[in-house]
């Protein structure tokens, strides 16, 4: 089951046509029914969510872990959330699973702001509204490598020369971090590695495809880059690594764009004004930069009411609108009338644009299955357990098993 891929070029160049002078979240109705939400918890969240609790009785649940709770979450009857905050990683398991419901009749009469870029359809209809857009882009501290004459890197070999005269310059506590927490996040950043060299992830007859030459350099390169890390890289998700950002005590990392406005937080960041942005680094020449396209957005629950599904929907739409991009404009990459880009989403919008592009990451139950294989069995490479060979056959013979148990293998 595919969804479409998003015009990234294009949805990153909004104009501005409103503004708001108080940025107060406020709501043209009054929400009578006991809405909840369960999305990740990032700052792009806690702006929309905050938009949606000035209707009144709403509940949000903001929870890295939200990926694991939702399938089951909205397969009770009833539903026991109301609205979901997805991406085109996350959304699968619900569609598959149909806990869903199709939104156009709700959008014909309370979606009138939305574009079209906006609207995720699955076999003619729409599935999600898309909020934002997501990418991984390298952030930097714009003063340690201007002091040291270090270049900005644009591939993964320049990134490990600079972090060889960090790390001699002593500056900061680690060159380098990354989202490499065993399961979901390394899983991810081998994703976009072997994307970058690249590897095809699953085959055409749904047979993997990890157990390559692509495969091979894809860890081989992660393992390089672990030498400038925390030694504690297994633990390390995305708050993990802005808060070593913010901290001061990593100076790059291949990072999530969602992240990038946390830097410039004066209540809670020690480098404001001192990290940069750019592209996601090459991993080969010609290639793009190895990172994935994403959009995160909301869905309404199937196993509601129609009453329940019209309070949701309407609430939502009071978070995803002009006045919270007024209100954080720097909280995403907005799909949403008002955004105009700044200087932290340059790294987001030069890699969402490259030539060749980075690929959008496949909504489809082929590429859940993969994506768990990985995160289930490359962390024993990196702990020294099993050679990169052996990692990539455990992760096909996973993939291979859970493939055919859902029928897509004999």
Not at 2 to 24: E, I, N
């Amino acid at each position: 089951m595919f969804v479409k891929r998003l015009a990234l070029a294009g949805a990153v160049s909004v104009a501005a046509t409103a503004a708001y002078a108080d940025g107060h979240a406020t709501c043209d109705f009054e929400n009578t029914t006991e809405i909840t939400m369960l999305s990740a918890a990032f700052e792009a969240w806690v702006a929309a969510t905050d938009g949606m609790a000035a209707c009144g009785n709403f509940s949000p649940e903001l929870d890295q872990e939200f990926r694991t709770k939702q399938p089951e979450g909205f397969a009770a009857n009833p539903s026991l959330y109301q609205i979901g905050g997805v991406s085109n990683g996350t959304i699968t398991p619900l569609l598959n699973q149909g806990t869903i419901r199709p939104l156009d009749d709700l959008i014909a009469e309370y979606g009138g702001q939305l574009t079209p870029n906006q609207l995720i359809q699955v076999d003619g209809q729409t599935m999600a509204v898309a909020m934002m857009v997501n990418v991984q882009h390298l952030m930097y501290r714009s003063d340690i490598l201007s002091d040291l004459g270090i270049e900005t890197p644009t591939t993964w070999d320049e990134v490990l020369t600079a972090a060889e005269t960090i790390r001699e310059a002593d500056v900061v506590d680690y060159p380098l971090g990354a989202t490499m927490m065993a399961g979901w996040n390394i899983a991810q950043e081998f994703v976009n590695m072997y994307g970058g060299f690249g590897g095809t992830l699953v085959n055409d007859d749904n047979t993997p495809g990890v157990n390559s030459e692509e495969g091979l350099a894809a860890l081989d390169m992660m393992m390089r880059l672990t030498e400038y890390m925390d030694p504690e890289f297994l633990v390390s998700d995305s708050t993990y690594v802005q808060q070593q950002f913010q901290q001061g005590s990593i100076a790059m990392s291949n990072l999530w764009a969602s992240r990038a406005g946390a830097m410039n937080d004066e209540a809670e960041s020690q480098v404001v004004g001192l990290v940069a942005t750019s592209a996601a680094p090459t991993a080969m020449d010609g290639g793009a930069p190895a990172t994935t396209l994403w959009w995160d957005g909301i869905v309404i629950a199937a196993n509601i009411s129609d009453e329940e599904a019209e309070m949701a929907f309407r609430t939502a739409m009071a978070g995803i609108d002009s006045e919270t991009v007024a209100a954080a404009p720097d909280a995403a990459i907005w799909l949403i009338e008002g955004y105009e880009p700044n200087d932290m989403s340059a790294g987001a919008i030069a890699s969402a644009t490259a030539t060749p592009a980075p690929p959008a990451y496949p909504s489809t139950t082929q590429m859940g299955l993969m994506h768990t294989a990985l995160g289930n069995e490359l962390p024993a490479f990196f702990t020294g357990d099993v050679s990169a060979e052996e990692a990539l056959a455990a992760v096909e013979a996973s993939y291979t098993v859970a493939a055919q148990e859902a029928g897509l293998l004999e």
